[in-house]
């Protein structure tokens, strides 16, 4: 079993010290530099009173200092924290005080909301800063100046598989929950891939050693969305521990021209996307350019956490013929529950997937719901699995059970059993509307919507009705110069789903609904539902 912090020290001892790790924009960091930075930071924390176990809370926007941190937690045995920097003052205090943390490094830009919360926290004993240039306040330590302090030199630090490291749910369904995993049981899920198709992995450290000094470099990964979600923090954390590169872009929203500018600069081999939310932008660029973008190192492109249509799929595989698919069914707790793999010579329909071998699908009386059968179920992931939710051992359990002697993680997501095997995604269990009686997934209704010539983007939300118990409502945003027509959209839907899962009323929203991660603002749609609904 692995430590990423023996890991990480292995590679900086094998790899060739100018190799890069970290490319942002005009800024590059080799891993001889990043491992002496990285070293510093984790020294400083140690000898500055933090122990094993405790957590340090990353409050930063992509960049090299994101990846800096995460080591540094990793070598100093640190459980590194999540930190949504879209959150509010009042979602910063909350998430702060439940993970627990005792440092927190945050960005300059960010300084009002640790100004207005830091009274709130007597758990932090160290706030460090990355500058803009001007100096830190009183209360705050120089990332860059604690980073140069000292030597460089690794820790002397006996490390555990069973480390931990959080990562906090979006909070879509309530406050954000941090979930526990253990390295050992992450770098299992990480290398899965590679076993599954009979690559050799190495299994002790010096194994690993071996193989960074054959193979030198290791992969170089473009992850457009958040490192502070899962679908961007997992593969960077991969790449990592291999020897890569992570190249981050400098745009505080997603620039889907930046995103092909550094494509074309910095040659990664695999992209990772949010679903349409980055894939529709980035083809829209890619459409109206008369002369080609240059993406031909693009080996693969990976989504996970919001829906990646067909239409999309294809359009980007126009620019990238040579390229893997990957449409990943996860979540925080929940790594491997399906997968959707399209190329140019193998169309898959929108939300289908086939199912992960760690993954069954249950009814909810716990019966296994059989492939063929047409029949709904719960996705349900066996081991390796988190050790559940911090602090919340009611939600834990009901999160993680036992079925039939097997431990599995059941996060709520609800999919259709085809006759073929594969997965039809209908939606979260905290996205269903209740209508008459009948179930409706939001997502299923959303996707209709958005095949809408008109449509750019949608949701669907259910407000209370006297008649139906719940009407289904959807909010959508419409393309440039496209025109509003309710009537018309309606019947999109109807030619497509049943009746009853056609909206009741239909919505332009006022406000974006999804966040810079590409996701879905519920509480932005519901908040537009209600007030029309109101008047």
């Not at 992960?356 to 047409?374: I, Y």
């Not at 602090?391 to 097997?406: L, N, P």
């Not at 009853?500 to 006022?510: G, I, N, S, T």
Request: negative net charge; hydrophobic residues 40%; charged residues 25%.
């Amino acid at each position: 079993m692995f430590n990423f912090g023996d890991m990480l020290d292995i590679v900086e001892r094998n790899l060739p010290p100018d190799a890069p790790l970290c490319l942002h924009g005009d800024r590059r960091i080799d891993w001889g530099e990043a491992g002496r930075l990285s070293n510093n930071l984790a020294r400083s924390l140690r000898e500055g009173g933090l122990k094993a176990g405790d957590s340090l809370a990353i409050y930063l926007r992509n960049g090299p200092e994101y990846i800096l941190s995460l080591a540094a937690a990793f070598k100093a045995r640190l459980a590194p924290v999540n930190v949504n920097y879209r959150y509010t003052d009042a979602e910063l205090r909350y998430l702060l005080n439940d993970s627990d943390a005792r440092a927190v490094v945050y960005a300059a830009e960010f300084r009002d909301h640790v100004e207005a919360i830091r009274a709130d926290l007597p758990l932090v004993t160290r706030w460090i800063e990355v500058t803009d240039g001007a100096a830190s306040p009183g209360f705050a330590e120089d990332f860059a100046a604690v980073s140069v302090a000292g030597d460089g030199a690794p820790l002397a630090i006996e490390r555990s598989p069973n480390d931990i490291f959080f990562i906090y749910t979006g909070g879509t369904t309530g406050m954000p929950k941090g979930v526990m995993w253990e390295h050992g049981e992450m770098r299992e899920i990480l290398v899965r891939p590679a076993r599954t198709l009979g690559e050799p992995v190495p299994d002790t450290l010096e194994e690993l050693a071996a193989s960074i000094r054959a193979q030198g470099p290791g992969p170089r990964l473009l992850p457009a969305c958040p490192l502070m979600h899962g679908t961007g923090l997992l593969p960077s954390i991969g790449v990592m521990l291999s020897g890569g590169s992570i190249v981050t872009l400098t745009q505080r929203r997603f620039d889907a021209g930046e995103m092909i500018a550094a494509v074309e600069t910095h040659r990664p081999q695999a992209l990772v996307i949010v679903g349409d939310s980055f894939g529709r932008p980035l083809l829209a660029e890619l459409d109206k350019r008369t002369a080609p973008a240059d993406l031909s190192s693009v080996l693969s492109v990976t989504s996970s956490g919001v829906m990646w249509s067909m239409e999309i799929k294809r359009g980007l595989l126009r620019h990238m013929p040579d390229a893997v698919l990957n449409d990943a069914l996860s979540s925080s707790e929940a790594l491997g529950l399906g997968a959707s793999v399209m190329t140019r010579d193998c169309e898959v329909k929108t939300a289908s997937f086939t199912l992960g071998e760690r993954c069954r699908v249950f009814d909810e009386a716990d019966r296994p719901v059989l492939a063929g059968s047409g029949g709904v179920g719960r996705l349900a992931l066996g081991p390796p699995n988190p050790l559940g939710y911090y602090k919340d051992a009611e939600k834990s359990a009901a999160t993680f059970r036992v079925i039939d002697g097997v431990r599995y993680c059941i996060p709520g997501d609800w999919v259709r059993v085809e006759a073929d095997g594969s997965l039809t995604f209908l939606g979260r269990g905290s996205g269903c509307i209740n209508t008459g009686g009948e179930k409706v997934f939001a997502e299923e209704v959303e996707e209709a919507l958005k095949r809408h010539d008109s449509v750019s983007d949608a949701l669907v939300v259910g407000v209370p009705d006297p008649t139906w118990g719940q009407a289904i409502v959807g909010v959508v945003t419409l393309h440039a110069d496209a025109a509003f027509d309710a009537e018309a959209l309606r019947d999109h839907v109807r030619a497509q789903l049943a009746g009853y899962k056609v909206p009741k009323r239909l919505l332009v929203a006022d406000r974006p609904l999804r966040a810079a991660n590409g996701k879905a603002d519920y509480g932005a749609a519901r908040a537009i539902a209600e007030g029309a609904t109101a008047r």
